[in-house]
């Protein structure tokens, strides 16, 4: 395996982190706009980042690896699409300031603009990334259009799916039960509006299969009330949507792939970075689930 | 897809300057959330270290209410500099196409970075009730770490567009990179120094600052001042007093560095406009004969390279250049004086002689260092960035080769100046909101609510 190609499979991998951690994110945000109950607002709350928006860690990732090692790929896309992908970044400004905003003051200003910029962001990165998929012109084009909704329908459906685990966890069947609702209407929606999409891909290509069956598995194991499980298939449904789109784009990547020299410290970099990141996440992990019974009150 | 097009085409000068001044505006904006990122971790480990030795309830309550202030900065200096990562490719694509893969290690090396200290920065805050004392305070310790790490590597990259190395040009084309080369320039460790004193000094003078207001509240009510607030003013302003003289010597350092590797730079940053020897040391309306030769060269006969001895398109916006240059040295100066105020106050204090200086002078001069530091901060950025002008990589790549030529630029930058107007005020009333001081402790259990 060549270099280039170590590097475009870590950016696949962070697109598919970004949207299955960072997507169900800006979809726990429509639902939080949508769904105006204090008990579902608060769940939501409970489930998100504990101290601010950890998940754009990815696309940060995503985008300095594409620099890095496509950089006539990023400089092409970037101010091709700069007007979606500055109202996505503008997007993520208004979102991750009003969460924390809310946090410490709560008003309702930061309520509505959190939920508004977790439409608004969601659609336009979704809407470029059609647009470089089919080859098209414009993020306003009919498949700009199309990519916007099947990406903003795609993170409402993953944040339905996971929310119901987490407000099960929380103890409140209320909020579990929406939610549920929640993940069969849009799993429904999702699957009708990725149709088109799968006939241009091609109905019979592996990866088409396995999201239709995953989606189709998902929506049986919501009606059996698997929630766990339901969460791997959910996210297996949705990530082959983002390959089969990568597929698609017909991107000349060996003529745009940096000196091989570049991508060696970034590998190194990222090699040696995992090894204090992963550890200390997992902390972070054990000490944000851990119960409130269980503190100690000795710095309080 | 369509093929880059964007030596073919050129921007509308409308268009260039409104994506200079989008990066500049968004830049300047960052940099100083990112400074008190740096330094409010760092001043709420002192006062929790105050607060573990000394077991005084008033410097724990200072940390704690520093840490939370510090994670509302943290969030908004993370999406402030996710935009920039935007901005990059949107506004400067002909930048990262050519030399992306050489400063990109370092990008990756500051992201890495960066994570660490948020995983630290929620391990702290959320550890405040859940882990043992000594234990919580040495997991801020990576906290200030990484942050200082995150802020070099990112001036690896603006060091390297002033003394581009780590990789060559043959027919137009990069090769040979040496990502390592291009971070350890030659600028790298005086830029690196320099900022984060600069930081450090900005937020230990802002939040000081704060402080020195509600000092001078309590002055002018008549009542006793609040230790409170006394000692949310001395961490802070100790933390500031003692960078200042050491930024003045590194500033030395800076200058000597630009005066022998970016001769134009430094002529306009000293306004030399034609090459003699013996130059006099300009300031605003003072002038003092041969002592620019003499404190460039130990010569007082030294010639100095004037601004006319480069051709005219080579030449930065010099009145720019030299006009920030001196606010950041003037502001520079008058925070070394207040500085050394503070020191003789405390040791007089040492001495057993009156009480510390909280005369309310000394606290409106401090209570307007806040300011005075971010000015000056922003005054240096310029200088620098302004100096390096017409380049974006100094003597490789200039600033109109890189910017996007897609029409209408100019109304990104109306939109980005609304959006960042409404987050300045939003961050600073809900700042303000926090600021009040609790008259009952927070107790976990709201905490708990507040953050879950």
């Known amino acids: ?300 | 897809m369509t093929t880059f097009v964007i030596l073919a085409d050129a921007a509308s000068p409308a268009d260039f300057a409104a994506a200079r001044q989008q990066m500049a505006f968004t830049l300047g904006f960052h940099i100083i959330l990112a400074s008190i990122g740096i330094g409010l971790p760092a001043i709420t480990l002192l006062a929790e270290w105050r607060a573990l030795r000394t077991g005084d309830q008033v410097y724990a309550e200072l940390a704690r209410r520093w840490m939370k202030a510090a994670g509302v900065l943290f969030a908004v200096g993370a999406v402030s500099g996710t935009v920039l990562s935007f901005e990059m490719g949107t506004l400067w694509p002909g930048f990262m196409d050519k030399y992306g893969q050489v400063f990109g290690a370092a990008f990756a090396l500051e992201g890495i970075a960066f994570f660490i200290e948020a995983i630290f920065m929620g391990i702290y805050l959320y550890g405040w009730d859940r882990l043992p004392p000594r234990v919580h305070f040495l997991t801020g310790i990576p906290v200030v770490i990484a942050g200082l790490l995150s802020a070099s590597f990112v001036v690896t990259v603006n060091s390297w567009m002033n003394q581009p190395q780590g990789f060559k040009l043959v027919n137009g084309e990069v090769t040979d990179v040496d990502p390592l080369a291009a971070m350890f320039n030659p600028a790298t460790p005086v830029q690196a120094v320099h900022l984060i004193l600069a930081s450090l000094m900005v937020c230990g003078f802002v939040v000081a600052s704060v402080y020195a207001v509600a000092l001078l509240r309590d002055h002018r009510a008549g009542r006793p001042l609040d230790p409170y607030h006394k000692r949310g003013f001395a961490i802070p302003f100790t933390l500031g007093a003692v960078c200042a003289p050491l930024q003045v010597l590194v500033g030395d350092w800076a200058v000597r560095f630009v005066h022998d590797n970016q001769p134009i730079k430094f002529a306009a940053m000293e306004g030399v406009h034609h090459t003699e020897a013996g130059v006099p040391f300009k300031f605003a309306v003072f002038e003092i004969p041969n002592a620019l030769s003499l404190m460039t060269s130990f010569d007082a006969n030294a010639t100095i390279r004037g601004l006319d001895s480069w051709p005219e398109d080579v030449r930065p916006p010099d009145e720019i250049v030299r006009i920030s240059f001196e606010i950041m040295i003037t502001l520079g100066m008058a925070l070394l004086a207040l500085a050394t105020w503070w020191a003789f106050a405390w040791w007089r204090h040492r001495k057993g002689r009156e009480g510390l200086g909280w005369n309310p002078w000394f606290l409106r001069l401090a209570a307007l260092a806040g300011v005075g530091a971010c000015v000056a901060m922003e005054a240096g950025w310029t200088t620098t960035e302004v100096g390096r002008q017409p380049w974006i990589v100094y003597g490789v790549m200039r600033t109109e080769e890189a910017v996007n030529t897609a029409p209408g630029l100019r109304f990104g930058l109306y939109v980005v100046l609304v959006v960042y107007a409404v987050l300045a005020v939003a961050t600073v009333s809900v700042l303000r909101r926090m600021r009040r001081r609790p008259d009952e402790p927070a107790t976990p259990a709201k905490e708990l609510e507040v953050v879950g």
């Open chain 1, 1 to 300: 395996m060549s270099y280039p190609d170590i590097a475009l499979g870590l950016i696949l991998l962070g697109l598919s982190a970004y949207l299955l951690f960072g997507g169900a994110d800006f979809g726990a945000g429509l639902w939080h706009l949508v769904s105006r109950r204090r008990a579902d607002q608060k769940v939501i709350e409970h489930a998100m980042g504990p101290l601010w928006e950890a998940n754009h860690v990815w696309l940060i990732f995503v985008m300095v690896m594409t620099w890095t090692a496509f950089p006539p790929v990023f400089a092409d896309i970037m101010s091709e699409h700069w007007i979606p992908l500055s109202l996505a970044a503008l997007g993520i400004v208004a979102r991750g300031s009003a969460f924390v905003f809310a946090k410490d003051a709560p008003a309702a200003v930061y309520s509505w603009t959190f939920g508004i910029s977790s439409v608004l962001t969601p659609y336009c990165m979704g809407a470029v990334a059609a647009v470089i998929a089919t080859s098209g012109s414009s993020w306003l084009s009919v498949a700009g259009l199309y990519g916007g909704l099947l990406t903003t329908g795609l993170c409402a459906y993953l944040a339905a799916v996971y929310l119901i685990w987490d407000a099960r966890r929380l103890g409140e069947d209320g909020p579990a039960t929406r939610f549920r609702a929640y993940a069969l209407v849009t799993g429904v929606a999702v699957g009708l509006l990725a149709l088109p999409g799968a006939l241009t891909l091609d109905v019979l290509s592996p990866l088409t299969v396995i999201s239709a069956v995953a989606g189709v598995v998902s929506l049986g194991l919501l009606a059996a009330r698997r929630y766990l499980a339901v969460r791997v298939t959910a996210g297996l449904a949705a990530a082959t949507v983002l390959w089969g789109a990568a597929g698609l784009a017909d991107l000349d990547l060996d003529a745009a792939a940096a000196h091989d020299s570049a991508l060696r410290v970034v590998f190194f970099a990222l090699g040696v970075g995992a090894l204090i990141l992963v550890p200390s996440m997992t902390w972070l992990f054990i000490l944000f689930q851990r119960s409130p019974k269980e503190q100690t009150t000795a710095a309080g």
